[in-house]
């Protein structure tokens, strides 16, 4: 099992920007960015695929940007135009994949997960 940390969290205004990172102990090629506001359900920010493609939803595609460093097993997230509704804690996690007949891929489960960082966004 990888260790998960992420870093970056933090306050700031409205319209401000934050740069969270994950970083895991052994390489995970499915990683993900999930957040849960205070009284609310987690969501799915960002994935990551076996071929490094990334997505995002709905709810911060254009606002936010995430990126691989793999030589650090390093995924970023960018958050630019940050709004009050993008306050909670976020979460990292991370996968090894899973091996089909012919290839490794990311089902969308992560066994690895990190503490989580609080952002907060006051307007």
């Known amino acids: 099992q990888a260790q998960v940390v992420e870093s970056g969290g933090g306050s700031v205004q409205a319209g401000g920007s934050l740069r969270l990172s994950c970083t895991t102990s052994?390489?995970?090629?499915?990683m993900a960015w999930f957040r849960q506001p205070s009284g609310k359900q987690r969501e799915r920010l960002v994935t990551?695929?076996?071929?490094?493609?990334?997505y995002y939803g709905s709810s911060v595609k254009g606002r936010f940007n995430a990126s691989l460093n793999n030589a650090k097993n390093t995924l970023y997230l960018q958050m630019n135009n940050l709004k009050a509704e993008d306050t909670a804690v976020y979460y990292c996690?991370?996968?090894?994949?899973?091996?089909?007949?012919?290839?490794?891929?990311?089902?969308?489960?992560?066994?690895?997960w990190g503490q989580g960082t609080q952002v907060t966004v006051s307007s």
């Open positions: 996690a991370a996968d090894e994949g899973v091996r089909g007949l012919f290839s490794l891929y990311c089902n969308g489960h992560y066994r690895d």
């Open positions: 990551t695929e076996i071929d490094g493609e990334i």
């Open positions: 052994v390489n995970r090629p499915c």
